[in-house]
């Protein structure tokens, strides 16, 4: 348990659905990120939250929208996806957006678009 | 962020140390060596980092070479536990905002 705990844990979805993931952290971290991880393909950045400002749009489709409502919650709302955007989705928090200290990582949302 | 090159994967046997090594000829001097590793089905999981000296903490060690250069991580007994894919990341103090990027990393397989 890292205190990162994302939810649900598995989601299959079709290409027209709406779904969202949800992250939740209460470490008192101030920054939040989302990445993507494909099959045989390193972890990519997607977004990054710094006292609940988006700091970071790492060119992601706008198909995948992030919300953070507080620095304890993120969430990425998903619609009209793809195929090819199967991959697990990880959450991380750290005290800053610095990375100076420990990042604590999410044990991911494995979402199957069908 | 300046580039990490690290072996696609090593071996070891259990109980054995494991030394993993990450070429970063390319480090400024504002980089933090960082290292995570993944285990089988899970998110990434904070090892250990360093700037310019050698430091320890009760999951590993790392060394860090003179220049800098490079960095080798080491798990002083490997344990069947300690299977996962380990990355280097360098990250600049410097440098507001984050492109933290990962890499391929080193998928350590451990033998009993």
């Known amino acids: 348990e890292t205190g990162v705990t994302q939810t649900p844990r598995h989601l299959v979805m079709g290409m027209t659905n709406k779904k969202s993931l949800k992250c939740e952290q209460h470490?008192?971290?101030?920054?939040m990120y989302w990445y993507k991880q494909s099959a045989k393909k390193p972890l990519e950045l997607m977004f990054v939250?710094?006292?609940?400002?988006?700091?970071e749009n790492n060119s992601v489709p706008s198909r995948f929208s992030p919300e953070c409502p507080n620095s304890s919650h993120l969430f990425l709302h998903l619609h009209t996806l793809q195929p090819e955007d199967s991959a697990l989705y990880l959450c991380?928090?750290?005290?800053?957006?610095?990375?100076?200290?420990?990042?604590?990582f999410g044990q991911g949302t494995r979402l199957t678009v069908v | 962020d300046a580039k990490t090159t690290q072996p696609n994967s090593m071996e070891s046997n259990e109980e054995e140390p494991v030394h993993l090594p990450c070429n970063h000829s390319?480090?400024?001097?504002?980089?933090?060596i960082h290292w995570y590793r993944q285990l089988p089905s899970q998110g990434p999981e904070y090892v250990i980092h360093?700037?310019?000296s050698n430091v320890n903490n009760r999951m590993a060690s790392l060394a860090i070479a003179e220049d800098r250069k490079s960095s080798t991580l080491i798990l002083h007994r490997a344990t069947l536990r300690d299977a996962a894919v380990y990355y280097c990341?360098?990250?600049?103090?410097?440098?507001?905002?984050?492109?933290?990027?990962f890499g391929g990393g080193t998928r350590l397989m451990v033998k009993p």
């Open positions: 991380a928090s750290s005290q800053s957006d610095r990375w100076l200290t420990e990042a604590f």
């Open positions: 470490l008192g971290h101030n920054a």
């Open positions: 939250y710094s006292l609940e400002e988006r700091v």
């Open positions: 390319t480090i400024s001097g504002t980089d933090y």
């Open positions: 360093g700037l310019t």
């Open positions: 990341i360098l990250r600049d103090v410097n440098n507001a905002g984050n492109m933290l990027t």
